[in-house]
């Protein structure tokens, strides 16, 4: 973890998220700025500034993330109607956090082109 | 792979797509309605309907998906300047091809939300 990063403060517990789910490489919790009815960001514990900095030891941690947004989905009762999963890589995507991070989204119908 | 799939035949080479990337797991090609200046598909070879049908088993494969497309922005000259990765599952999201693909958008700023 780094010292400055909110994301991992949110890890070692020093800012406490609306957590919707974890295990022992993955913490999700709610968006404070939400844009749809189910907004939830999925991270994984573990620092990584942004999805350049991942190489191909990452693999099995990065598909953790896309499968604990569709459990989360479930949990939500989303799955059947549908989500979309987001990640941003730096300024031309507007990425804010340089944690590594995913976007769940669901509750509504999302448009096209996806921003 | 399931005999009535695009991107089943996409992977045979029954149709041939505008390929920039291919692995033993993963194909990665041109979508034919671009919505950025780089707007490529990722694939798993292997035929997966959506999102809701992974599970543990296939981590690695998934995020097979997030690194190639990391890779194809760096190959794209998108890194530094920024790319959104985007899967969509089922109706609410807009999902048109029932094989997982994950969207690789940039070279242009991406708006939020992410439609």
Redesign the interface.
Known sequence: MTADCLFCKMVSGQIKPSTVYEDMDVLAFKDINP??PVHVLVIPKKHIAT??D???S???????L??A??HI??ESG??????????????????SVFHVHL?L???????????
Chains 1, 2 share one sequence.
Do not use: F
């Open positions: 844009q749809a999805l350049n991942l190489d191909a990452h693999a099995g941690l990065t598909g953790k896309i499968i947004a569709a989905a479930r989303i799955a059947e109607s549908g989500y979309r999963i987001v990640m941003n890589c730096n300024a031309d995507a507007g990425q976007h989204l669901g509750g509504r119908v999302m448009r096209w082109p996806p921003g």
